[in-house]
């Protein structure tokens, strides 16, 4: 991969006025048109008003020469034994800005983000939508939100997808997508074998309510204010979805008055939850896998922080734009179908239509005012410290606006990973404790945290999570058992697609078939168990910090706690 550099050079002389990383060797006619209304402005200034040159500015010049890029691209591409740090080659360019002032442009080599044993695959295939009692978005999988909360969960839509979405949280249907059905779903695309989606029911000992296919009400909704919600290309026709029958069980969630009103919002916080490179393309997300391993996500991208994964995407999107030109303007991706085959699709490439998440995301704001987030979680594992510090800090003032009966402003809480499943679940877990359990201070009223019966002959009950790991951890916390059912409350609250503690149970009971899968399972459930005991932990830390306002990060609150973290040495399924 190779980074251009825009500077402006002032009568020969560098003047460092800006420096930026320009990712992009296409332009758009919106960018021409930008260019033309820039450099009009530009030709009625001063020099010495040039210091106010703006990085849109400077990425409208290097868009003006995409050939002069192309081709020191390809120059640089020739001296691969030879190359070294610095400016590898340098291009210069009078703007008809004043005598003696140049456009300096120049490539560099850089870390490619789409190496040559990789390729693009789409984020979506037949079968992605888990979640059952809500109108399925089309392009927006397992698009839902938690019941009585301003909170909401998604897989990365595609552009239409999330014009849907937007349009859904501006109206005032959004309770409609609020499932109170629980799934268990414990697959996974990341399986080198050809193991099919296993939607595994969620236990619910309670309750106790048969939610089978036969109970499930067909209804027809015929447009986005009744709830109809295919891709935005065909609002005006009709789809039929499953609606679920009302639970005749008195629910565990109380409404909360401001919470539970079904009022547009007008404003939308996102949280992305992936941790691999994803790039648009003709409104399509896209991630690179390796070739050999086509269902598995990159692994050595762990622990990479958001900052870093962005700067990647830019990459991502400047080989891939490369890549097309030098092909015929034409790229390779691969397409997931049934039972997880991948077959090769050509796209005619588009110059100027790659996009990445945050520039998706933020071409929306003309629809709702946006604050996009990214907080890389791995897949399937738990969140590190630094991830659960920033869901706190991004979550904690939130509430006061949720609750308030004088403010107008109602900020929507979304998260999305690739599924929406375990990464988004795992988001909407901790803001649910953060948000509903410890900031609004209705842990009491909220959540029913009142122990559950354990097993009458006293053996562990593994679906109530009753593993050796946690146990011990309950009995080091403060007040550990109610610690414990808060977080269990809160998970039941946000299992629409995966039960988080029931998965473990899941996996713990295919890992004893002794199959060709049980080692599978078995690391499988002790990812989620270690997820499962952090997010315990997580919890006993909001219930002492909440109140005190945070003044101590999680991090620091960890440190001086490695009696909790010398338990995860031992971590078993037993």
């Known amino acids: 991969m190779l980074k251009a550099f825009s500077n402006v050079i002032q009568h020969g002389k560098n003047s460092n006025v800006v420096r930026n990383d320009i990712l992009k060797r296409e332009m758009s006619s919106s960018n021409r048109n930008r260019y033309r209304n820039w450099r009009r402005r530009k030709n009625a200034l001063n020099q010495s008003q040039l210091t106010s040159f703006s990085d849109n500015e400077a990425k409208a010049l290097v868009w003006n020469f995409p050939d002069d890029l192309v081709r020191m691209v390809k120059a640089v591409n020739t001296k691969t034994s030879t190359i070294g740090a610095g400016e590898d080659n340098v291009s210069y360019h009078s703007l008809g800005l004043g005598k003696g002032i140049y456009a300096k442009l120049s490539v560099v080599r850089a870390e490619p983000a789409l190496f040559e044993d990789q390729v693009l695959k789409l984020d979506h295939w037949e079968g992605n939508q888990i979640l059952r009692g809500a109108p399925e978005v089309i392009g927006a999988p397992n698009f839902r939100r938690i019941p009585d909360t301003i909170l909401f969960g998604v897989g990365q839509p595609t552009s239409d997808g999330l014009d849907s979405i937007f349009k859904i949280l501006s109206s005032t249907f959004t309770a409609r997508y609020a499932s109170k059905l629980s799934s268990n779903d414990i697959s996974t695309v ?24 036969n109970d499930l009400a067909k209804i027809t909704i015929n447009s986005v204010e ?69 269902n598995v996500n990159l692994d050595h991208l762990i622990g990479i922080e958001g900052l870093d994964l962005e700067n990647m995407e830019q990459i991502l999107k400047a080989d891939v734009s490369y890549k097309a030109l030098q092909d015929g303007k034409k790229i390779e991706v691969k397409k997931q179908e049934k039972e997880m085959n991948n077959v090769t699709e050509t796209l005619n490439f588009t110059p100027g239509t790659a996009q990445t998440p945050r520039e998706l995301w933020e071409g929306k704001k003309r629809v709702l005012p946006l604050q996009y987030a990214r907080v890389p979680i791995t897949d399937e594992c738990a969140p590190q410290e630094r991830d659960l510090e920033e869901l706190v800090f991004l979550l904690k003032d939130l509430v006061l606006l949720a609750t308030s009966s004088v403010s107008s402003t109602r900020t929507a809480v979304v998260f999305n990973c690739q599924l929406g499943r375990g990464r988004t679940t795992t988001g909407l877990v901790c803001a649910y404790l953060i948000m509903y359990v410890h900031l609004t201070h209705l842990e009491e009223s909220l959540l029913d945290t009142s122990a559950t019966e354990g097993k009458s002959d006293g053996s562990p009950d593994y679906l109530n999570g009753e593993y050796s790991v946690v146990t011990q951890l309950v009995s080091l916390l403060q007040d550990g058992q109610k610690i414990k059912n808060q977080v269990d409350r809160a998970i039941d609250a946000c299992s629409q697609v995966q039960n988080l503690r029931e ?33 315990i932990v997580f919890n006993a830390y909001l219930a002492e910090q909440a109140p005190l306002g945070f003044k101590e990060n999680f991090s620091v609150w960890m440190s001086r706690r490695w009696d909790y973290k010398r338990l995860l040495k031992k971590l078993s399924l037993n």
């Open 503 to 535: 998965a473990i149970f899941e996996c713990r009971q295919r890992s004893l078939l002794e199959d060709e899968n049980s080692k599978k399972y078995e690391e499988r459930g002790l990812n989620y168990l270690e997820r499962y005991w952090w997010l």
């Open 190 to 213: 990341n399986d080198n074998a050809k193991d099919s989606a296993v939607f595994a029911p969620s236990f619910d000992k309670e309750e106790n309510i048969s939610e089978s296919e």
């Open 226 to 294: 009744n709830a109809k919600v295919e891709g935005t290309e065909k609002l005006e026709g009709s789809v039929e979805v499953n609606a679920p029958k009302e639970h005749k069980a008195k629910s565990r969630l109380r409404k909360v008055g401001a919470i539970q009103n079904d009022a547009p919002f007008t404003k939308v916080l996102w949280i992305n939850l992936r941790e691999e490179p994803v790039i648009y393309i003709e409104g399509k997300p896209y991630a690179p896998r390796d070739k050999e391993t086509l």
